[in-house]
């Protein structure tokens, strides 16, 4: 599957901003998805994950409760709000897809597919 990720930018701290991920190729809905971020010298991280078919998600300690993730099948498409957000949330922002939502492979990043990034900075 092929995805292609859009919606970042500059937004001040307290603000909100809503990400997109558009997928291509392989049947969509049969794809867990998520979202991962990496920040200017370190290494990249897990943020949150949602299941095929919506149901299951699960979201990283720093960002739950500010981020939601959701996903529209017809769509093809995943999306992660991303409220009241911190100058520590500042990234580029990946989105993944694998066959399967096992928490300990997204955080260990074995995924099969990923998307390209989409800068986000939040000022302070």
């Known amino acids: 599957v092929q995805l292609q990720a859009y919606g970042g930018g500059l937004v001040q701290a307290g603000g909100s901003l809503r990400l997109s991920c558009a997928a291509s190729?392989?049947?969509?809905?049969?794809?867990?998805t998520g979202w991962f971020r990496q920040a200017p010298g370190k290494e990249r991280e897990f943020v949150a994950a949602?299941?095929?078919?919506?149901?299951?998600?699960y979201y990283a300690d720093s960002v739950r409760g500010r981020f939601t993730i959701s996903r529209d099948n017809a769509k093809s498409t995943v999306y992660l709000q991303m409220n009241s957000l911190k100058p520590e949330d500042t990234a580029v922002y990946y989105c993944?897809?694998?066959?399967?939502?096992?928490?300990?492979?997204?955080?260990?990043?074995?995924?099969?597919?990923w998307g390209q990034g989409t800068l986000v900075t939040v000022s302070s």
């Open positions: 949602i299941s095929s078919s919506g149901v299951t998600t």
């Open positions: 190729g392989r049947i969509f809905s049969s794809y867990a």
């Open positions: 993944a897809a694998d066959a399967s939502l096992v928490l300990w492979h997204w955080k260990a990043k074995i995924i099969g597919s």
